[in-house]
Structures are given as structure tokens and as C-alpha cells.
């Protein structure tokens, strides 16, 4: 009689396309590597960031073109720091926008507020930026576009309605993400202030979705957003 043993400790070391397509190293060392035009994968459940700078069209204008452009870049670089320290990917910007994916939508938070901190306490002589996020937690499809791969459905489209229901220096982010374990561990120990928020966003037909609002420490003295429950359209 003979026995067959088998180890699969390889298994340990796999990773599906969601894990491989979040990392920011992935992008950085393959960015030619797409999907054949009009391919399209489902890739599983990704955390998804949606940024946007404040009143970036008057700091333009203050501040003039150059000087601006370069605070504009600047804040993509200190973005896709924050963003490859907690695993995450920017997968594009558009504008003065960022687009960035994680596994765990508490590296996705976490990597938000750092960048916010940073944004809003800069060194001396520096100009304070403020940003505008949201925040889903759900799945996505893979896509090739424009020559890199991307990133489309519902929970992007819904991340990037959020970002509409900032007011600055906040975060809107979904239910999905704000149940989550981690995510609620991990505000209860920043002590930031959390309102809860229901809104309707365009082109979905659910009435309202229930969100939480993310109000850093540092941002409240210069917010004057409200502190109770609130209804909103978008």
C-alpha cells in the first residue's frame, strides 16, 4: 500500500486579481500589462477612494498658474505616498481628482486622513489644501482603458457621487465601508467626529443611502458643518 502525501503551501502564497491589480507596486512595475481591448473581469470586492481638492479654481486664481500646478501635483505625490504605505493603488487622476483602490476599506481611511492631516498642517510658509472623499466598499469590474487598467460599476460610480456631498476637510463614506470591523475600530480609537447622513445620489434608484460623515480632528475648528443627523440630495 502506498500513501501519498501532498503539502499545498503555495496556497499561502496566492493572491487574486483584486489583491494583485490594489497593490501600488503591481502598477508601478507592470504598467503595460492590461486586458485585451473590450475584455472585462470581475475582480471581486475592492475598497474604492474618490478625492478631490477643495477650491482648487481659486487657488488657481490667487495664487497663479504655476504655483498652483506645482501644489496640485505636489498633493497627487504626498496622495500616492499615503496610499502604497497602506497597500493601496492610485489607479488615475483626473483634474485635481484621484482615483485609488485598497483590499481593506480601513487602509483606505487611514490613508485618507494622513493625507488630510498632512494637507492640513503644512510646514511653514506652506498653503493648507483641504480635501473633499468618498469612500465604498464593494465589487468591481476590471477594465482596459486608455492603455492602463481601470476600474468601473456601481461602487465606483457610488464613491465618486460622495465626493458631491462633501463640504471640505470631510469624508463621506458608505455603509459598507462604516460597518466594517476594522473601520470601527479604528475611528472610535482617532476620536474624529462621525454624523450619520442619508442622501439620494443621481442615477440610482434606491430613495436614500445610509452614509456617515467623516470630520477629522484638525478639520473641525475650521468647519462649520452641522453635528446632527442630516437628509441630503445629490
Not at 12 to 25: C, F, H, P, R, Y
Not at 50 to 74: C, H, K, N, P, W
Not at 108 to 137: H, Q
Amino acid at each position: 500500500q502506498v500513501m501519498l502525501l501532498e503539502r499545498t503551501a503555495w496556497s499561502d502564497n496566492a493572491v487574486t486579481a483584486a489583491e494583485v491589480t490594489g497593490l501600488q507596486v503591481f502598477r508601478d512595475l507592470f504598467a503595460r500589462e492590461a486586458l485585451r481591448p473590450g475584455e472585462e473581469i470581475e475582480v471581486g470586492s475592492l475598497c474604492v477612494l474618490f478625492t478631490d481638492l477643495l477650491e482648487s479654481t481659486r487657488m488657481y486664481r490667487e495664487i497663479g498658474d504655476a504655483r498652483a500646478f506645482g501644489l496640485v501635483m505636489q498633493h497627487f505625490d504626498v496622495l500616492k505616498r499615503h496610499i502604497a504605505d497602506e497597500d493601496g493603488a492610485l489607479v488615475k487622476t483626473i483634474g485635481d481628482a484621484v482615483l485609488a483602490v485598497f483590499r481593506r476599506p480601513v487602509s483606505a481611511v487611514r490613508a485618507l486622513l494622513k493625507a488630510s492631516r498632512e494637507f492640513a498642517e503644512p510646514a511653514p510658509g506652506g498653503r493648507p489644501l483641504m480635501l473633499k472623499a468618498g469612500i465604498n466598499y464593494g465589487p468591481c469590474i476590471a477594465v482596459t482603458l486608455n492603455d492602463r487598467l481601470d476600474y468601473f460599476g456601481s461602487t465606483v460610480n457610488i464613491a465618486a457621487r460622495l465626493v458631491g456631498l462633501c463640504r471640505g476637510g470631510d469624508a463621506v463614506i458608505s455603509s459598507e465601508v462604516r460597518k466594517d470591523a476594522e473601520v470601527e475600530a479604528y475611528l472610535r480609537e482617532a476620536r474624529h467626529q462621525i454624523e450619520e447622513v442619508r442622501a439620494a445620489l443621481k442615477g440610482f434608484d434606491q430613495k436614500h443611502f445610509d452614509l456617515a460623515r467623516i470630520v477629522p480632528r484638525w478639520a473641525m475648528a475650521k468647519s462649520d458643518l452641522p453635528s446632527t443627523p442630516k437628509t441630503e440630495r445629490f
